[in-house]
């Protein structure tokens, strides 16, 4: 499995540190590809497929009852946790 890029360092010292390796071209920035994380390229696009479709087919296929049952559930979580 391919490294990831190096975490981000609190210090201020080491993140201007790291601004210039970057900068420079001594660490590289980039994100690994999915092939260099060990994935399936095909597998990859289908996944993502799904992914992009799946909460406008689902909007469409609810009814308004359903879409307000699902708000006011939503609505009812988020204030819980400001109470909490």
Known sequence: ?????PKRPR???Q???LVIDIASGQVDETEPTPEQQGKNP????????????????RAARLTVKQKTEIGRKA???????ADE
């Open 1 to 5: 499995m391919a490294k990831k890029h």
């Open 75 to 81: 609505a009812a979580a988020r204030w819980k946790k």
């Open 42 to 57: 095909a597998a990859v696009a289908l996944g993502r497929l799904g992914g992009l479709k799946g909460g406008v087919v």
């Open 11 to 13: 210090d201020i010292n």
């Open 15 to 17: 993140a201007a540190k």
